[in-house]
């Protein structure tokens, strides 16, 4: 049963510390996404690769977020330093990047919780 | 830029009865693509169905059914036959695809509420 994976799935961290998240997509998949969501504003989308290489990343502050794909298998998304406002779920997102035209679903992991305190 | 409205926040329906749950965008793109996902109280993002811009046809998956009305911008949920077990967010998102796989615009997502 191919899955996107998401690791941690709590953290809990004081401000000022460095998070990382992790998200494995499904093999095969060349499109991942991360997204953010909170009571207030809902699901928005953070930042997004294909095959690769970061398409849009303008939902993200710059200032203290970065997501990376090391390899095919790996994305990653860190908060350095990070701030009590940046607490929320985060969740990773994989699809096989086709047009509208067919179908592009995204499959998310199961979240990763963040809470910095 | 593309938006997505669901009206309604809370929805309360007795069990085996069917929901509609109301959905609208807006978009200037003619290719994109309707999604709905279920959000269970574990949290989890379940996608449930999909209706691309230029599908003739409304999109069926099991119990349900997305009612695609291309002219008023809306792709309401449809849940036949409701059971206990769909008790949760359900949110509207969209694609706009026109150059490729892109990011989803989202809902505020609607409660749904199935009672015995």
């Known amino acids: 049963d191919a899955r996107v994976t998401q690791t941690p799935r709590h953290k809990v961290t004081e401000m000022g510390q460095e998070v990382t998240m992790r998200c494995q997509p499904i093999l095969g998949h060349n499109t991942v996404f991360w997204y953010r969501q909170t009571m207030m504003q809902g699901l928005e989308l953070l930042a997004y690769f294909r095959n690769r290489a970061p398409l849009d990343d303008s939902g993200m502050p710059k200032d203290r977020f970065s997501a990376e794909m090391p390899d095919a298998t790996l994305a990653t998304l860190k908060i350095q330093p990070s701030e009590p406002r940046d607490s929320a779920v985060y969740f990773c997102a994989s699809g096989r990047g086709l047009t509208a035209v067919a179908k592009n679903i995204q499959y998310f992991g199961a979240g990763t919780r963040l809470s910095v305190l | 830029a593309q938006k997505i409205t669901q009206t309604q926040p809370g929805m309360f329906v007795q069990e085996k009865e069917a929901v509609t749950l109301d959905c609208t965008y807006d978009?200037?793109?003619?290719?994109?693509?309707l999604f709905w996902y279920k959000q269970p109280s574990s949290g989890e993002m379940i996608f449930l169905i999909y209706q691309g811009s230029y599908d003739q046809q409304n999109a069926t998956e099991g119990r349900y059914s997305l009612n695609f009305q291309k002219a008023r911008k809306s792709a309401n949920l449809v849940i036949s036959a409701s059971q206990l077990g769909d008790s949760a967010m359900y949110f509207c998102a969209m694609e706009n695809s026109g150059g490729g796989a892109d990011g989803l615009t989202f809902g505020k997502g609607t409660h749904l509420i199935i009672q015995p």
């Open positions: 978009t200037s793109d003619p290719s994109y693509g």
